[in-house]
């Protein structure tokens, strides 16, 4: 089916992260250092600003927002008074930048790291050979008092990307981008992650962000290509919606849930990602509305 899709915003140079969050999309602008939301009507507004890039974003029951902050690999926590302070401190639980999270209904924070130089060795091998080649790393596991863990031990991953909480909150998916799958975890009384399993390929596209629709299927942003794709449990592809530039995140959202948010840009490389305010976010509609986390 073909789907009618716009431009919502403009003027943002690499976005990530994105959330629906009371009747808005808030989402990380890594090179503009700031975290901004924009309205269905397109209004794009600066909600945050802050020292390096920005990446996952979520809520805590109190309405706290927590903040991945990539160059220090920590999570801040902007509390609902305008404190903004360190939450978590991750750089034993991270190799390289961090980046992704998603927030469970108890403030337990899930958050990925790139484990290695992803830039420097795209440049150096180009994106088939790091694929093919490439050091594994953690799942860092925040619990709601800041503490912190390895959220599966001893499992590796190939570069943790976007995650899903399911609407029961029993189970987490996550996109291993350099893996080219989905990876579904069971959730443990204490947050921890056991029974890993593969829960769909997405293999020749690569998994970004994700969000997770009612029907139990899952978006994918490819950056890879110009598209954001929705993926069943065991792989079947049963929609593909052309972006126009790289997809990079995605979020379901809007007054039923129907609206999916797209964030494209032209490259994730940092050198020709920060040189201009080339990112968008684009909207289309869909027929199956949000679920789950975030």
Known sequence: ???????????????????????????????????????????????????????????????????????????????????????????????????????????RAYVGNFGFDLDAELRTRGPESVIGDH????????????????????????????????????????????????????????????NRRDWAPTWPRVPDGICLDASGAVWIANPLAPECALITEGGEVLAVIDTGLPCFACMLGGPEGKHLFMLVAPSSDAHEAAKAPLGKVLVAEVEVGRAGLP
């Open 1 to 107: 089916m073909s789907r009618a899709v716009r431009t919502l915003a403009e003027g943002i140079y690499f976005g990530e992260g994105p959330r629906w969050h009371q009747g808005r999309l808030w989402l990380s602008d890594f090179y503009a250092s700031r975290v901004c939301s924009v309205s269905l009507a397109g209004d794009l507004r600066t909600e945050l600003e802050l020292e390096g890039r920005p990446s996952g974003l979520g809520w805590l029951p109190d309405g706290s927002l927590l903040v991945v902050r990539m160059e220090l690999r920590e999570v801040w926590r902007r509390w609902p008074d305008g404190r903004f302070e360190r939450h978590a401190e991750l750089t034993g639980h991270s190799a390289f930048l961090c980046n992704d999270m998603v927030v469970d209904g108890q403030g």
């Open 135 to 194: 050091p594994q790393t953690c799942l860092a596991l925040v619990q709601p008092d800041g503490s912190v863990s390895n959220a599966a031990p001893g499992e590796k991953f190939s570069f943790p990307n976007g995650m899903v909480i399911t609407p029961d909150g029993g189970t987490l998916i996550v996109g291993e981008t350099l893996g080219g799958r989905l990876t579904a975890f069971d959730i443990a009384a204490d947050g921890t992650l056991a």
